[in-house]
């Protein structure tokens, strides 16, 4: 039942059409903080603040309530417009430079790192877990209707968090949460995409520039499954996955790379083994072993994917081959295989796209920073 009256559905009439924006102004083991800082433009007035970021976020609850109405349950109405509100809030305090400072979120990616090595835990390091983690919190995006990304982190409520595809990742999001406590303040979002950029340059990977901004969401903003790549499938499957996701070929096979770093469970995915012999350093090994080495499909229980006929010990799923087995994947294969520092280029540039996917602009504060030390 809508309780909408004829003034205001004339009110979002006028509306029609209208959009209102706000506009505003990122090896091996590297833990120290001496990175370029970007200075925050001064506040306002401490007695103003409040008054303004409200008057923002009533703004924002009005704005919703006329495009949206009432017609679902008071309950969901209620969190649709604490969404606006917190996304505008969001976007005024970047503005404003109300948010915690380079130097803050520094002290939170240093925690990150000195905790990355976890003896027992695989091959000693939590760093594939935690761009995993990154990767599948911001690869649920949709350019259609602008749903999922990494906005809302959904992936902490139970419907998201028991998607298939994400199997496993309790570990990350468990060891993340204590760096949550220690840094109450940092959203979820920002954390678990912060974590996946320390993973990343902490293993001896590019530099991915980064910015916060992103806010937490309710259950109601999960995404439905299926949204993630399905790595039993081929070409047409990623294209299908990234496409969606606003991504092109030389971006697929780009973020294809890392998978340099892990291995798979057969109690997550069902697949077994590393990809590469140097599963806790990011490098270009995938791709030189994708090109140079001879790949035969398995003979196990498990599902279908292939082995290295000299040691027996390596895998690729059927994901992996089809960039060999399609000419216009192929083709960035190869560069990427040759060129240790193109591939880390092209990776930087796609992996903060893909930490970026679904967030408004207007919630970042300014540029990317440049996270860790050189």
Request: aromatic letters at 12%.
């Amino acid at each position: 039942m809508s309780f909408r009256t004829p003034l205001l559905r004339t009110a979002c009439a006028r509306r029609a059409g209208q959009s209102v924006q706000l506009r505003s102004p990122v090896v091996r083991r590297r833990f120290a903080s001496g990175g370029p800082e970007v200075s925050p433009p001064p506040p306002p007035r401490s007695s103003s603040v409040p008054y303004l970021l409200a008057g923002v976020g009533l703004a924002a609850a009005g704005a919703a309530y006329l495009f949206y109405g009432t017609d679902g349950t008071p309950r969901e109405t209620a969190k649709e417009l604490e969404s606006s509100a917190r996304g505008a809030a969001a976007a005024a305090e970047g503005k404003l430079g109300l948010r915690h400072s380079q130097k803050d979120y520094q002290k939170v990616y240093d925690r990150i790192a000195e905790t990355l090595d976890k003896e027992g835990y695989d091959d000693g390091s939590l760093a594939p877990v935690l761009i995993r983690l990154a990767w599948h919190s911001s690869g649920t995006y949709n350019k259609e209707d602008n749903s999922g990304g990494s906005n809302y982190a959904t992936m902490r409520f139970k419907p998201e968090a028991e998607h298939g595809a994400n199997n496993g990742l309790g570990v990350a999001r468990d060891h993340m949460q204590k760096i949550k406590d220690e840094f109450p303040w940092i959203s979820y979002g920002d954390l678990w995409t912060l974590g996946g950029v320390a993973a990343v340059q902490e293993s001896g990977g590019p530099t991915i520039p980064w910015r916060p901004g992103r806010i937490d969401g309710f259950e109601h903003n999960v995404t439905p499954d299926g949204r993630l790549p399905d790595a039993a499938q081929a070409q047409d499957h990623l294209r299908f996955i990234f496409y969606r996701m606003g991504f092109n070929d030389q971006e697929i096979v780009a973020l294809s790379g890392a998978h340099a770093m892990g291995r798979c469970h057969t109690d997550r995915s069902g697949f077994e083994g590393p990809w590469t012999f140097s599963p806790v350093t990011f490098s270009n090994q995938y791709f030189t072993l994708l090109e140079d080495e001879p790949w035969q499909w398995r003979k196990w229980k498990g599902p279908a994917q292939y082995e290295d006929k000299k040691t027996k010990s390596l895998m690729m799923l059927p994901t992996d081959m089809a960039l060999v087995k399609d000419k216009s994947f192929k083709k960035f294969v190869d560069i990427y295989a040759k060129d240790e520092d193109a591939f880390f280029k092209d990776f930087s540039k796609a992996f903060a796209k893909l930490l970026e996917l679904g967030v408004p602009t207007a919630q970042f504060a300014g540029e990317p920073w440049k996270m860790g030390s050189e």
